[in-house]
């Protein structure tokens, strides 16, 4: 009686461990490569704003040093470098990383104004109009500047590279 109770709870065990099993198969799915695009360019994007200059107050970030580009500010002493070119070598040389990585697609960023009139461009100018495959990301970013609030859309697309 004792040897059959316990072969009752092994199987018991054994069954609960296999439904287990199951469940957490159902539930997981391959990524395509589209999705994985997608992921990508939106992380790109975080990831290029976010990263960190080396610079303080004004040109911390290359988000702030977009921004500060956009209203034609300067960076902060004691580098006090003007803004726009400051951005521009951050953005290529954050994104020439990127196309080391990946070095089949070329890539494209917008800066907009809250009128979506575009500010400023790095990158490749004529990818927005190719007829290719592509993946595209934005990110919005507040900047207040005295007593004004200003809103840039930045627009990241990516696309592989025409043959």
Known sequence: MKAQSSVIMILFVI???AGLALFLLSLARTVGQEDYM??????LILSL????????GE?????????????????????????????????NEYMN??????????????????????IM???NPTLPNMKTKKWSASE????????SQNIYTINLILAKKSE
């Open 15 to 17: 069954m609960i461990f």
């Open 49 to 56: 704003l976010r990263a960190d200059t080396g610079e303080k």
């Open 121 to 123: 461009s790095f990158g």
């Open 59 to 91: 040109c911390k970030y290359v988000s702030n040093t977009i921004t500060c580009a956009a209203y034609g500010g300067v960076c902060d002493p004691p580098s006090s470098f003007d803004c726009d070119d400051f951005a521009n070598q951050m953005v």
């Open 97 to 118: 990383i990127m196309s080391e990585m990946k070095p089949t697609y070329e890539w494209y960023i917008g800066v907009y104004d809250d009128r979506d009139f575009e």
């Open 38 to 43: 997608n992921m990508y360019t939106h992380n």
């Open 140 to 147: 919005v970013i507040y900047q207040s500047t005295g007593l």
